[in-house]
Nanobody, 120 residues
Framework: QVQVVESGGGLVQPGGSLRLSCVAS????????MDWYRQAPGKQRELVAI???????EYGESVKGRFTISRDNAKNTGFLQMNSLQPEDTAVYYC??????????????WGQGTQVTVSS
């Protein structure tokens, strides 16, 4: 079973920065996607950013130009650098990893989430 653990959330003032990390562990053969989503209170979960194994990235409109997604394939780790944070970025941020296990089964694993709060 592939597990995903996020870290790096916290409280930050408007205009500040945070860097989230996501580590996938278990019987992993390959990871095709390592994506970030967020869910604010009373709202649906929304896509923040995605990165493919080849490094292709896509971002949600609300974070373009402020957030940067990256990954370290050798360490099965993903990152989300968040700059110029605003109160509307407050949410629980989730990492989603997709790929294949060592017995060639597809996996789609979510972490438990990390809270990001932007407030003065």
């Amino acid at each position: 079973q592939v597990q995903v653990v996020e870290s790096g959330g916290g409280l930050v003032q408007p205009g500040g920065s945070l860097r989230l990390s996501c580590v996938a562990s278990g019987p992993i053969l390959s990871i095709s996607g390592m994506d970030w989503y967020r869910q604010a209170p009373g709202k649906q979960r929304e896509l923040v950013a995605i990165v493919s194994g080849g490094g292709t990235t896509e971002y949600g409109e609300s974070v373009k130009g402020r957030f940067t997604i990256s990954r370290d394939n050798a360490k099965n780790t993903g990152f989300l650098q968040m700059n110029s944070l605003q109160p509307e970025d407050t949410a629980v941020y989730y990492c989603n990893a997709l790929g294949r296990t060592t017995n060639w089964r597809l996996f789609n694993s979510w972490g438990q989430g990390t809270q990001v709060t932007v407030s003065s």
